[in-house]
């Protein structure tokens, strides 16, 4: 998608689209959580593509719950010295 032909409305069925969507998340005010939901597909389409060797790198919510307990658990650990 290229963002320059959407703001000047170079194919108004496109434009018109993303206009309609983007008033319904203002109105429900989720327009954050779309671009970081967004951004977190790309990302995610992107390590799909890595070569088979970086296959152990992935992002779900486990391994993101796991990393960030140990952190907070480190962080803990050291303020209670």
């Known amino acids: 998608m290229d963002v320059r032909a959407v703001?000047?409305?170079?194919?108004?069925?496109?434009?018109?689209k993303w206009l309609a969507l983007y008033t319904v998340l203002w109105y429900t005010e989720h327009i954050v959580s779309f671009v970081v939901g967004k951004q977190s597909l790309a990302w995610r389409a992107q390590?799909?593509?890595?070569?088979?060797?970086?296959?152990?790198?992935?992002?779900?919510?486990?391994?993101?719950?796991?990393?960030?307990?140990?952190?907070?658990a480190q962080v803990y650990a050291e303020s209670t010295r």
């Open 7 to 16: 703001y000047r409305w170079e194919n108004p069925k496109t434009t018109g």
């Open 47 to 72: 390590l799909k593509s890595l070569p088979v060797g970086l296959s152990h790198l992935r992002c779900d919510q486990e391994s993101l719950l796991s990393y960030f307990s140990r952190i907070s």
